[in-house]
């Protein structure tokens, strides 16, 4: 089976705690191995680090799983933070 990019739309985080950094690591996994991936971290080696925070920041900061994160909705709760 492939990869449900929104599994965690419905995941119980106090019977699962671990599924969060699971999905992530398989997605960081998934985006790293493929030809786009590969050709991205030829130009910028530290990528997968930025993706993994852009990942972690929208889920435990904005309450945005990446099928939900858009550019506007970040940026605008990001100011509202600050």
Known sequence: MGFDINRLEDIDFAEDENAFYEY???LLDI???SPEGQ???KEDPGMAFWAR???DYG???IGATI???TER???KKIRQRK
């Open 53 to 55: 925070v852009l990942i």
């Open 59 to 61: 889920f435990h900061y």
């Open 24 to 26: 992530q690591n398989e």
């Open 31 to 33: 985006f790293i191995n």
């Open 73 to 75: 909705e970040s940026l």
């Open 39 to 41: 050709a991205r971290e």
């Open 67 to 69: 099928p939900r994160m």
